[in-house]
């Protein structure tokens, strides 16, 4: 294959600029929304502030983690690690506020039994 048939495989710069930019954010069921420069921001339905599902976030990471190492792939358990770590930190950060509050909760239930005349 000459080096001008591998050429024409690829689109000269003009062309691909030509698809059309959205100012709008994109939103899908509101699940994520994608902004006119290309970033991702998550909003799936309180998924960083549900305890159920960063649990099991944290648990895959760490599963990924000890698969990696198995494989031999020291580097890409370390990242994994570092993900469940992340997990486990906003994990810890959710149930001591949840603790708090349901502290408080009770202090004032306590605060409001009903006196019997």
């Known amino acids: 294959m000459s080096l001008n048939n591998r050429r024409r495989n690829f689109r000269s ?3 691909k600029s030509n698809f059309r930019r959205r100012s709008n954010p994109i939103n899908t069921n509101g699940a994520v929304s ?3 420069n290309g970033n991702i921001n998550f909003s799936r339905n309180g998924s960083m502030n549900n305890l159920h ?3 099991k976030a944290m648990q895959k990471f760490q599963q990924l983690a000890k698969d990696a ?3 031999g792939d020291p580097v890409l358990a370390q990242n994994y690690f570092q993900h469940a770590d992340h997990y486990l930190r906003r994990f ?3 149930s001591q506020k949840r ?3 349901e502290d408080q909760s009770q ?3 306590k605060d409001r ?3 019997t005349n």
Do not use: F, Y
């Open 69 to 71: 190492q198995s494989n």
């Open 13 to 15: 710069r003009s062309q």
């Open 113 to 115: 039994v009903p006196t």
């Open 107 to 109: 202090k004032l239930n």
């Open 92 to 94: 810890n950060e959710l």
């Open 34 to 36: 994608i902004t006119s």
């Open 53 to 55: 599902a960063l649990e």
């Open 99 to 101: 603790d708090i509050s």
